[in-house]
């Protein structure tokens, strides 16, 4: 295993994910500075050194609070990027001109952009146009991995370079790191996979039993390569880490936050009670339902799944309606 430079890291975003992140490279005795929003949430995380959702996960000696963009990235050559996926375009404008030139960026987020439909290494390229950009993607629960149960990933980048660095810098004994050529099927992967948990959460709080989830998970697998393949990406990138991988895991842990909002709506709370009982935390897959249902528009993709759930996030269509018309579309032959 290749020992990590000395040279600091930075993480933008003191989220769950990005305090996660923070700690597993310095727990490798990486210097990590962690760009937190404000002044007043750099100084709580300092003063408490853990972050309130990864309680008795104490902040190494080597990870280090800031809200300074300039004092984050003073000499990092790696910057990862780990804030909502809404937020990626103005978290990447806000450290331009403080990061240094062929520095390598990792975006640890999970979306697509609303608007512009794209991908957040396009958002984080067009922002920081001489970064190295990478994407990171896998059935990441970040409790267990900051837990350091046996966890792995995928880095994809065109820049072989840049993935190969990224991967020197994250993989260690208990977070397993794969490199991949197909950006765009690591990062699809990422997104759609959400979509498809939201819906396994619906089914499980009708109640309707495991082998519905499993064709719901399973035909989502192949609207999610389908979408995917049209944009450019391997089939068999949904067939690794960054798809099935991450499908399953989001699909059935109680960690992931999609699948408790599926739950939720499936118990037959509307979407704003069911988004309040994740307690402030994100669910990316109900912004990715809309990108995704737009980009399938524009690609002349064909997904069921997809279409229901945004009809039930969106235009008020009952839970038991969406598996009704799922259920009661027209027999075909089973092909991807």
């Not at 397993?176 to 997104?191: C, H, M």
């Not at 909002?261 to 935390?281: F, H, N, S, V, Y």
Request: charged share 20%.
């Amino acid at each position: 295993m290749a020992t990590p430079s000395p040279t600091p890291a930075a993480v933008v975003g003191a989220t769950t994910w990005g305090a996660t992140l923070a700690i597993i490279l310095a727990r490798r005795g990486v210097p990590v500075r962690l760009l937190a929003r404000t002044d007043e949430e750099a100084r709580g995380l300092d003063a408490r050194r853990e972050h309130a959702r990864l309680p008795g996960h104490r902040f190494p000696p080597t990870l280090a609070l800031t809200a300074d963009p300039r004092e984050a990235l003073a000499g990092a050559s790696v910057m990862v990027v780990a804030v909502p996926s809404s937020h990626v375009r103005a978290a990447a404008r806000g450290v331009a001109g403080c990061l240094g030139d062929d520095a390598v960026v990792i975006s640890a987020a999970k979306g697509i952009e609303l608007g512009t439909l794209k991908r957040m290494s396009e958002v984080i390229a067009e922002e920081l146009p001489s970064a190295r950009v990478c994407a990171l993607s896998g059935p990441n629960l970040a409790k267990e991995v900051a837990d350091g149960l046996p966890s792995t990933t995928v880095i994809a980048s065109a820049d072989s370079g840049a993935a190969q660095a990224a991967q020197a810098l994250l993989n260690s004994g208990a977070f397993r790191v794969y490199t991949n050529a197909d950006l765009v099927g690591t990062e699809l992967g990422g997104v759609l996979k959400n979509i498809v948990a939201i819906g396994s959460g619906v089914v499980h709080g009708l109640g309707m039993g495991d082998n519905a989830r499993a064709a719901l998970v399973n035909r989502g697998l192949a609207e999610m390569t389908r979408l995917g393949v049209a944009a450019g990406a391997s089939p068999l990138t949904f067939a690794g880490l960054a798809g099935m991988g991450d499908l399953i895991a989001t699909c059935y842990s109680p960690l992931s936050r999609n699948h408790r909002l599926g739950i939720e709506l499936g118990r037959g709370k509307p979407l704003d009670e069911a988004l309040a009982a994740l307690g402030g935390q994100v669910a990316e897959g109900v912004n990715a339902t809309r990108a995704a249902l737009d980009m399938a528009a524009r690609l002349g993709v064909e997904m069921p799944i997809a279409q229901v759930t945004g009809r039930v996030l969106f235009e008020g269509m009952s839970p038991r309606e969406a598996a009704a018309a799922l259920m009661s579309r027209a027999p075909r032959a089973e092909a991807p």
